[in-house]
């Protein structure tokens, strides 16, 4: 069985780009984020040509998540308990956003997250992006206890470079959002209940990104961040037996600014 996680950056920008990555890469389930459309704007017959079935969330042209596979899709399960949500104004009351999905696919529990962007050490989305992630890892702690045996996966864009070689160079970073200890200690929050980044093993850094900005460059410069990651539970993780970056799904015209992760499972 092979998983994946990938932002892409508007699907109906690249649903042809995602149709034919899924077919050429031969991966059985894909966790999308940052879809950008309402459910009924989402082009499910594209993905149900190949053989996919969809389960997606999305509220406005912003955020937006999704569950895609061809090998099952049940119990699909729209935000984790507790998940918190966000509002601009403190006097207007938060709302949930589309950014968390979950199915059964294959006899894996596979979650689609976009964890919030935090956009700047002053900006009060930081302090949801923490809150966000804390109530993640109570949520996982609970599945952990409930089923030790569960296998369960942890997808998506985490918006966090938890380690220093996670992108080109710090001190471009200095007094950003993504690579603070706060932020740090939240992802590696998640990890100590149990779940394990199941790619970096196989993708060591540095300079294994999954992210380069539109702007300046980046790509061809190689000047990239890594904050997209697939966490599993030990049960789950047990079975990786290889994970990549396609780095090439990158390139090109139109290309989405992050690139697939991929797992492969016994």
């Given amino acids: 069985m092979r998983i994946a996680t990938w932002n892409v950056n508007s699907v109906r920008a690249r649903v042809d780009r995602a149709v ?3 077919q050429r890469s031969d991966v059985d389930v894909v966790a999308l984020q940052e879809t950008k459309c309402k459910d009924a704007q989402f ?3 594209a993905f149900r040509e190949v053989g996919y079935e969809v389960a997606h969330v999305g509220l406005s042209q912003w955020n937006g998540v999704a569950v895609v596979s061809r090998v099952g899709l049940e119990d699909v399960e729209v935000g984790f308990p507790g998940q918190p949500g966000w509002s601009s104004s403190p006097e207007v009351e938060a709302a949930t956003e589309a950014r968390a999905i979950g199915a059964t ?8 997250l976009y964890v919030p962007n935090g956009r700047s050490l002053e900006d009060p989305h930081l302090a949801y992006k923490l809150e966000w992630l804390a109530a993640l890892r109570a949520a996982g702690a609970d599945w952990m206890s409930a089923d030790p045996q569960a296998q369960i996966a942890l997808c998506g864009d985490w918006n966090v470079a938890p380690q220093d070689d996670d992108v080109w160079d710090m001190s471009v970073f200095e007094g950003s959002t993504h690579v603070t200890q706060p932020e ?3 992802f590696h929050a998640v990890v100590d209940t ?3 980044d199941v790619v970096r093993p196989h993708a060591p850094g540095p300079g294994t990104y999954t992210y380069w900005d539109y702007k300046q460059l980046r790509f061809p410069r190689r000047e990239g961040m890594r904050i997209d990651f697939a966490l599993c539970s030990p049960a789950l993780a047990d079975r990786v037996t290889g994970a990549s970056i396609d780095r090439e799904e ?4 139109g290309a989405s600014d992050h690139a697939p992760v991929i797992v492969d499972l016994a």
């Fill in 184 to 186: 740090r200690d939240a």
């Fill in 43 to 45: 082009p499910y017959e």
């Fill in 105 to 112: 696919c294959g006899g894996v529990r596979v979650w689609s």
């Fill in 194 to 196: 149990g779940f394990a």
């Fill in 250 to 253: 990158r390139k090109g015209k």
């Fill in 20 to 22: 034919a990555w899924l």
